[in-house]
């Protein structure tokens, strides 16, 4: 399991608030820094931030000297969405700690999202909780408990607008698009998402916050939240990966290097590096698998363990973990090398 950052964070973003109920419905963050070490602390200070955990808004010449000219400028108010952009700075102490509120949310989604920290290493407790349920629309977030007044605005001007989306979480590729991978449907990768450079998410495959990849990886499944997957592996079409050991809650799933699991297969365990789960076979935690030697065990034994094959005899039914010979392959070099 992957230990949490006790580093903080920081990052000047453009933040989304309605301007009927005053709630913040989103903050993008383009350059996102992780550790205060290096962090402009004067500048910080200079523009009314204490330097601890919080958020303030910024203007003028303090958004200039923090890099941030440019979101500065793009502050204002859109009436027919009813919703004003503010420029704003937030500052995490400690990623280990729960977060605060949405601004403390979203940076910690944008350090996921920019390969600034891997699956499982920032605290997301009670993330959902500081998040605003929004309406998102191919004209902006707007709010969702009064999308009906701004559907109405939108008409009045001649304008329509398309709901795409309502959720707490909007798709990843409207904040980051990082270098060297290729998502085949964007509605289908979450912001919170860790995508490795050569990685490919097909159509149907599905990555959610606070999980991906950490090398080249097909990707045609679904990748629960926290679940880290390594680098040579294939997440087989319509595979599904539990986000926790299943029947414990606690511990996060983890997919080794070079694994393969088949089409319409899931696991409830991790994986260590170099197993195989035969197409439609579904292991969870308490699953009875059977040994080489044909003694039988439940598969959180084997959670972790490297190069097994997992299969169902066709026989007798029985679930068996084999060790591997010889290998199934590999990626397509030509798919990866994005």
């Not at 009436?79 to 280990?96: E, H, P, Q, W």
Request: aromatic residues 4%; charged residues 20%.
């Amino acid at each position: 399991m992957t230990d949490l950052i006790t580093e903080g964070a920081w990052a000047v973003g453009l933040a989304s608030i309605s301007e009927s109920s005053d709630k913040l419905l989103e903050v993008f963050y383009p350059s996102p820094s992780l550790g205060l070490s290096d962090a402009p602390i004067e500048r910080i200070q200079a523009a009314g931030h204490d330097g601890v955990s919080g958020t303030v808004e910024i203007h003028g010449h303090h958004a200039a000297e923090l890099g941030a000219t440019e979101l500065a400028d793009a502050t204002g108010t859109d009436d027919l969405r009813g919703v004003r952009t503010v420029c704003v700075l937030t500052v995490i102490a400690d990623c280990s700690n729960a977060p605060q509120d949405g601004y403390d949310g979203y940076l910690r989604l944008h350090l996921l999202s920019h390969r600034l920290a891997p699956p499982g290493s920032v605290n997301f407790n009670g993330v959902f909780g500081v998040l605003t349920n929004v309406a998102w629309t191919d004209a902006g977030p707007c709010e969702a408990e009064t999308f009906a007044a701004t559907k109405m605005r939108f008409m009045a001007s001649g304008r329509s607008v398309q709901v795409r989306s309502v959720d707490k979480l909007p798709r990843m590729a409207d904040y980051v698009v990082p270098t060297g991978v290729r998502i085949g449907d964007a509605d289908r990768v979450r912001l919170g998402a860790h995508l490795a450079s050569g990685t490919t998410v097909m159509q149907e495959g599905f990555v959610n916050f606070n999980a991906g990849t950490l090398g080249e990886s097909m990707v045609e499944g679904r990748i629960s939240a926290g679940v880290s997957v390594g680098s040579g592996s294939d997440i087989g079409g319509g595979a599904s990966l539990m986000g926790t050991l299943s029947g414990g809650g606690a511990e996060q799933i983890v997919v080794g290097e070079g694994c393969l699991i088949g089409a319409n297969a899931g696991i409830g365990i991790s994986l260590g590096d170099n197993c195989i789960v035969e197409a439609g076979l579904y292991i969870t935690a308490g699953t009875i698998v059977t040994l080489d030697d044909r003694s039988t065990l439940k598969a959180r034994e084997l959670s972790g363990a490297p190069g097994l094959l997992f299969r169902r005899n066709s026989t007798t039914g029985a679930v068996e973990a084999i060790e591997r010979g010889g290998e199934w392959g590999s990626l397509n070099p030509d798919l990866h090398s994005n």
